[in-house]
């Protein structure tokens, strides 16, 4: 894991459904966030090798915290190893209202950890959702957001119905102070987020 700072960690794993395409890295990220009232796993996918070691360590933490653990999703096509972590923690999966339809797994809405605001891109209806996670400045995001070699590029959905009301709605993240940026793939982003995120905008203007 990439400690981001103390109490948020980054890691990445390989999707167990990559199919080689060109657009997409296998390797996709994860977010474990010490909020104050849970331990917080993000679209979390366990690692191929290491997997005990790796789980042990998780249990390190969860023991450490005396918190409950919370399972979130950033779109409803990233389940992942969610329900298995869920079962095994003693949890439910929280995703998005809008893709409750979507997933074969049971989810629950209603409040988030401390810390969490979500962030829903218009323009669509995938249901995916970024999360603001407050104290780090750090933005978790699926899909919409990837990173690159020359930093952060838009990724729209090819269902994208609405551009306008897209960009306009990526627009706001600038109201927002963001430090970091947790991309689903790509390599993220550690710092400079503001500027990472508006250069992305305005390539995609």
Known sequence: MIEVAPGLRYWS???????????WPEEVGCVLYEAADALVLIDPLLPRVGEEAFLAEL????????RPVAVLLTAPWHAR???ALAERFGTTVWANPAAHARLPLETRAGPLPDG????????????DVAFYLR???ALVVAEFLMGGDSGLHVCPSPALEHR???A???????DRRIDHVLVGHGPPVLGDGDRRIDEA????A
């Open 59 to 66: 249990e390190r933490d969860v023991a450490r915290l005396a």
């Open 13 to 23: 794993a390989p999707h167990p459904r990559w199919n080689g395409a060109p657009d």
């Open 201 to 204: 905008l305005r390539a995609f």
């Open 81 to 83: 190893d969610a329900p």
């Open 168 to 174: 306009a709605s990526l627009r706001t993240l600038r």
């Open 116 to 127: 969490i605001e979500t962030f829903s891109p218009r323009g669509g209806w995938e249901g």
């Open 164 to 166: 306008d009301a897209f």
């Open 135 to 137: 104290p780090h400045r």
